[in-house]
């Protein structure tokens, strides 16, 4: 199994991704508990491990997609490091797949490189003209359920079976759709690890896995909180609206206070124009048995919610 670190910048590949050092990345106060709990669980289950990949990039909004000298210097840096390089993108309007070509160009220049796609267009897009870059389907394709608030209910001991099995399972598990994939040129998913945890049976038919910690996200959306933030009400949580990169400096915490079940004050976060849930120890360890058990290829570990961006 790889292991791979999303970074940010150049700087975090050159600086030695020490992923396991709890000082190696700002995470927030906020946050920095549940990445200091993952790198404590991967090095009490696997002992000290090496990336031999990062990821860059972001899959949910196309304000922060990277410009080409800024990924120009991440493929030097990951060069140098001899480690590989997956590019993530989001779901984009036709202005972002005009802001994702020139860095497809920079991939195809620099030898092969992993391009995960969260849009049918992006897809499209690197089968007719950069057909030398690998397609990976991003985890915003697969359809399960994924609200902490009641699925993670479902993977108590006393909830119904029947239930906890279809919770579990997504568009991956239907072999007609791998089948499709595989037809597009596409091998590898990416997924994340559901609150009521997720089947893995699909990598039994040759599909190979990615799975994100600590972080999952929950919806995404083109209207954006943070950056209607400066307008008047009327104007607020309008599809567009122009961006000042708001999400770099504001995080929202909210706790569920009123819900029927037990998992009373459990918290999630907004991050610019997504949502996103935090892994629990019982989580972290139900995935990492999975990927003991040989049915991931690969864990990505990010220690930072994914919404960064780096100015240019």
């Not at 797949?97 to 860095?103: G, Y």
């Not at 108590?156 to 597009?184: E, I, M």
């Not at 893995?200 to 083109?222: C, D, H, M, Q, W």
Request: contains cysteine.
């Amino acid at each position: 199994m790889d292991w791979s670190i999303h970074v940010s910048n150049a700087a975090e590949v050159r600086s030695g991704l020490s992923a396991l050092e709890p000082a190696s990345f700002d995470s927030g106060s906020k946050l920095a508990p549940v990445v200091q709990l993952t790198q404590r669980l991967i090095y009490e289950l696997f002992g000290p491990i090496a990336f031999s990949r990062c990821a860059y990039g972001n899959e949910f909004c196309e304000h922060l997609i990277p410009s080409p000298d800024q990924l120009e210097a991440v493929v030097t840096a990951a060069r140098d490091r001899e480690i590989g390089l997956t590019l993530l993108t989001p779901y984009v309007t036709d202005a972002g797949i005009d802001l994702l070509r020139p860095l497809f160009e920079v991939l195809s220049a620099n030898g092969e490189s992993e391009v995960v796609f969260n849009d049918w267009g992006v897809l499209n897009l690197l089968r007719r003209e950069f057909s030398g870059l690998k397609p990976v389907q991003g985890r915003l394709m697969n359809k399960s359920l994924r609200d902490p608030r009641v699925t993670g209910v479902y993977a108590a001991s006393d909830a119904p079976a029947p239930a906890l099995v279809s919770l579990r399972r997504s568009n991956l598990d239907c072999a007609s759709y791998t089948g499709f994939l595989s037809g597009l040129g596409v091998e590898s998913v990416e997924v994340d690890n559901l609150p009521q945890g997720v089947d893995l049976s699909f990598a039994e038919n040759g599909v190979k896995a990615s799975a994100y910690v600590p972080f999952g996200f929950i919806s995404t959306s083109r209207i954006c909180m943070a950056a209607g933030i400066h307008y008047d009400k009327r104007d607020k949580f309008q599809p567009g609206a122009p961006c000042h990169h708001e999400c770099q400096t504001h995080l929202l915490e909210y706790a569920y206070t009123n819900t029927p079940f037990e998992n009373r004050d459990q918290k999630f976060y907004l991050k610019g124009n997504s949502y996103f849930y935090v892994h629990t120890e019982a989580m972290l360890r139900g995935l990492f048995e999975q990927a003991r058990a040989g049915l991931i290829d690969r864990i990505v570990f990010q220690p930072q919610l994914p919404m960064t961006w780096e100015r240019a």
